[in-house]
């Protein structure tokens, strides 16, 4: 009779979570397997109909991500850090009593025409962007007007802090961040981020960040995609103060991985000034013992003479870069490169152009028998998908490390903790080609194998599409949280 009870039950029990199945086919296949599971029925029934492309991509990452053998513990970063205030441009503009002209670049800003100018040319081709405003008091009135204006909010900012943010997130790993903090940002930072006292300052630099979103209109302007267009008066930042606290905190913190970035801050300098930092900085690293590799992330620049010396000087002195798209054209265009002819990107980003220039920067500027040079790793990335390149025999765990970058570029727009699939949509090319300037490969995506590998005269590439997020909460701050991400699932094999 016992018996008989028990097979009953059973059967009811099926019976109600088949129920379910058919009356919630949306609640997560997670959840219902989970449910089956613990009442030991037996293989879940599968719901029917095909799984999203969404679904079974994000299913495929989670399958990859994996830890790397030897993972970080130490990781310092340094050197821009201030206070983003991030308010809708279009709002913003309005207020200050501007209305929308002819869109065009400027690469510094002197008045508040410049900043319309530049924002409605950079929203009409849903690029971000970062300038310097040279007018301190136009600059505060601007800031203070956006500090104070409704639905304005305070967030950590500059890269460094937004990585150190990042690593952060990992309580197991002890993260060292030198910059300009001030009282508001020093309140916003993580517990778990050391600030040397010598960083610390009296008052914040702010950056105030106009984000737009996909369709948004003003004017004669659309914004095909959802970005930010960032411009501050930052001079602590401009002229990396924080450099020599960041080199000396090296010693004592001992890392076993140094992130650096904020190069592109020293735009409004002058070329001595320029000059003279970047042979601080390659001195500097040049200091950092043997075997812990640098990671080098760039940002938004305009000075190809800049953006030159960079290329000339510190590539050869960090192991790890971390670019965008406008950066990777900007920078080949800058040091006459593969497809620097190209005025602009014409929508996505072609993947082969890219592969191009990733592997010219690997290399005239990486690591080779004849060349005296760090540089093995280049993680790029782009709205729709992501792209990391390695000299072979450098690295390990890139697979699991280009998907983690995808993967939390996803959830970080949505701001959810994992990929919800209702969300986010699947839109790189469905088929590409991996180069222009060689006879190379086609390549026709599948979401069951999302991360697709080829490689180039010792060079191996690992691209992977984005789950991109359908209405993001926010931009900002993305490129460093895909670089961080990315960094903590890779493994640099020792020299």
């Known amino acids: 009779m016992a018996l008989w009870r028990g097979s009953a039950c059973a059967g009811f029990l099926a ?101 319309e100018e530049a924002f409605v040319y950079f929203m009409g081709k849903g690029a971000a962007a ?52 001030g009282p508001k940002l020093h309140e916003l930072l993580d517990d778990n981020v050391f600030v040397p006292p010598e960083s610390l300052q009296e008052e914040d630099e702010f950056h105030l960040i106009l984000e737009y979103l996909a369709g948004e209109e003003w004017g004669p302007f659309k914004a095909p995609h959802a970005n930010r267009f960032i411009f501050s008066h930052d001079l602590s930042n401009g002229a990396m103060n924080m450099l020599e606290v960041f080199v000396s905190s090296l010693e004592e913190f001992q890392p076993d991985l140094v992130v650096l970035s904020g190069l592109h801050m020293m735009e409004g300098q002058s070329k001595e000034l320029q000059r003279k930092r970047l042979l601080e900085v390659v001195t500097g690293i040049s200091d950092i013992p043997t075997g812990i590799p640098v990671h080098l992330e760039l940002a938004s620049m305009t000075n190809r003479e800049l953006m030159s010396s960079i290329v000339q000087q510190v590539f050869p002195a960090v192991a790890s870069l971390g670019l965008n798209e406008q950066e990777l054209l900007f920078l080949s265009q800058s040091a006459s490169g593969p497809h620097a002819s190209l005025s602009s990107w014409d929508g996505v980003p072609d993947v082969g152009m890219v592969s191009d220039i990733l592997f010219w920067i690997l290399k ?64 790189a090319p469905q088929e590409f080609t991996t180069s222009h300037l060689e006879s190379g490969s086609k390549i026709v995506l599948n979401p069951d194998k999302p991360v697709v590998e080829w490689h180039r005269e010792g060079i191996t590439f690992h691209f992977t599409p984005v789950l991109v997020c359908k209405d993001p909460i926010r931009t900002v701050g993305l490129g460093d949280a895909i670089s961080a991400e990315g960094l903590f699932y890779s493994e640099a094999h020792p020299d």
């Open 15 to 115: 019976l109600a979570v088949g129920c379910v199945f058919l009356l919630e086919p949306e609640l997560p296949g997670t959840a219902l397997r989970s449910l089956w599971s613990s009442l030991r029925l037996g293989p879940a029934p599968v719901p029917a109909g095909p799984l999203s492309p969404e679904s079974r991509l994000a299913a495929a990452w989670d399958a990859l991500i994996a830890q790397p053998a030897r993972r970080w513990r130490r990781v310092a970063v340094g050197v821009n850090a201030c206070v983003d205030v991030v308010i809708s441009g279009v709002k913003l503009l309005q207020a200050l009593g501007l209305s929308p002209g002819s869109g065009k670049d400027h690469a510094i800003l002197q008045s508040r025409s410049d900043l």
């Open 130 to 181: 970062e300038r310097f405003f040279s007018d301190k008091e136009t600059f505060h009135d601007i800031a203070q007007a956006a500090s104070e204006f409704p639905g304005a909010q305070h967030y950590v900012g500059g890269n460094a802090a937004l990585i150190g943010q990042r690593f952060a997130a990992n309580t197991d790993l002890k993260v060292l961040l030198c910059g300009p903090i």
């Open 364 to 427: 005239e500027h990486g690591r080779s028998n004849n060349r005296s040079s760090d540089l093995t790793r280049i993680h790029f990335h782009t709205l729709v998908y992501h792209i990391l390149a390695t000299v072979d025999g450098h690295w390990a765990n890139q697979l699991a490390a280009v998907a983690a970058g995808a993967r939390v570029a996803g959830t970080q727009a949505c701001a959810t903790e994992t990929i919800d699939t209702n969300r986010v949509s699947l839109r």
